[in-house]
């Protein structure tokens, strides 16, 4: 079973910028498309970012021109840069394939973005 671990998560003020990472134990993740998800409490995990197979990438329109994934394939590994985050940015930050591998559900990362 293959073990994902995010981290790179933190408090950081509105404007800031923090960058993720993800890394699975698995080869087998880096042959699929990725995303990186983000949930609140309360609320359905939503897709923030994929990046396809190819490398092309996608983004939920609340997060256009401030977010960037990125991957190192070698490594098994994919990236979140966030720039100028906002406090609605606020989640815990997980990533896995898309469509997700239910069985591939890490703890996630938590982002807070306050003042």
């Known amino acids: 079973q293959a073990q994902v671990v995010e981290s790179g998560g933190g408090l950081v003020q509105p404007g800031g910028s923090l960058k993720l990472s993800c890394a699975a134990s698995v080869s087998l993740f880096s042959k699929l498309p990725q995303a990186w998800y983000r949930q609140t409490p309360g609320n359905q995990r939503e897709m923030v970012a994929t990046?396809?197979?190819?490398?092309?990438?996608n983004y939920a329109d609340s997060v256009k021109g401030r977010f960037s994934i990125s991957r190192d394939i070698a490594n098994n590994t994919v990236y979140l840069q966030m720039d100028n985050l906002k406090p609605e940015d606020t989640a815990v930050y997980y990533c896995?394939?898309?469509?997700?591998?239910?069985?591939?559900w890490g703890q996630g990362t938590q982002v807070t973005v306050s003042s």
């Open positions: 896995n394939a898309w469509p997700v591998v239910q069985s591939w």
């Open positions: 990046i396809s197979i190819g490398g092309e990438t």
